[in-house]
């Protein structure tokens, strides 16, 4: 069973929250606020914050500028994760991944299954590596949100977390 070794010392991380709306504002934006609190909550740094349209270009260019920045560890999107249309940030994601982690996405819809059954399946949540960074696409309920922070970054993005983490993986994400 997993566990926190109170032992070990905390290593904050630095990350960034993209949401993906046409309608969201900073002031009305409830998803990215919930993300940000539990950042700030759990003693990370948010290193960066912004909201885009659902327009392709623009994210994987937001993406991409976030990936470079050598001051951020993780990037956590919200919103675009659905099947309409306009749901374009799971593609905007796999775009620029080195490589995928798909057992998030599948653990997210199994964590959220026991909370709002199959409608679970309509979620496109996924996460993956580009450039040494962390990048992670939930979908923009303010349920979601939470559940993915609470039942599985809080753990994997503290380096105290047993039997594994994600932090302690960061130094080795770029080696050849």
Known sequence: MSRIDESRAFVPVNIAVLTVSDTRTLENDTSGQILVDRIKAKGHKVAARTIVKDDFDVIVAQFRQWCDDPEIDVIISTGGTGVTGRDITTE?????????????????????????????????????????????????????????????????????????????????LTEK
């Not at 798909?102 to 979620?123: C, D, H, M, N």
Request: charged letters at 20%.
């Open 92 to 172: 905007a994601h796999q775009k620029i991944y080195d490589k995928e982690i798909p057992g998030f996405g599948e653990l997210f819809r199994w964590l959220s299954y026991a909370k709002i059954g199959t409608s679970t399946v309509q979620s496109r949540a996924t996460a993956g590596v580009s450039g040494g960074t962390y990048m992670f696409a939930l979908p923009g309920s303010n349920g979601a949100c939470k559940d993915a922070w609470d039942d599985i970054l809080f753990y994997q993005l503290d380096i105290r977390h047993r039997p594994c983490n994600f932090v302690e993986l960061m130094p080795r």
